[in-house]
Nanobody
């Protein structure tokens, strides 16, 4: 199975930047996609940025031009710039992978809190 460990959240002032990291570990055949979601208080979880393999990246309209997702081996990053108070949320990493039994599965990280406030 796959475990995801996130890091990089915290408190930042409006206009500031943060970089989130999510590292995947465990036993699996391949990770097909990794992405970032977020959930603000009282709201549903939403996609922030996601990429499937070497395919195109999808961004939420609210973060286009400010957030950038990137990948290294089994790790996904989210560079967040020009942060706004409405970006305050718990950010979750998500990975879709194929297990050693050739089963397609999905796993979530534990979440990391990003607070944008002066």
């Amino acid at each position: 199975q796959v475990q995801l460990v996130e890091s990089g959240g915290g408190l930042v002032q409006p206009g500031g930047s943060l970089r989130l990291s999510c590292a995947a570990s465990g036993t699996f055949r391949v990770i097909n996609a990794m992405g970032w979601y977020r959930q603000a208080p009282g709201k549903q979880r939403e996609l922030v940025a996601g990429r499937t393999g070497g395919g195109p990246t999808n961004y939420a309209d609210s973060v286009k031009g400010r957030f950038t997702i990137s990948n290294a081996k089994n790790t996904v990053y989210l560079q967040m710039s020009d942060l706004k108070p409405e970006d305050t949320a718990v950010y979750y990493c998500n990975a879709a992978f194929v297990s050693t039994e050739y089963t397609s599965l999905e796993v979530w990280g534990q979440g990391t809190l990003v607070t944008v406030s002066s």
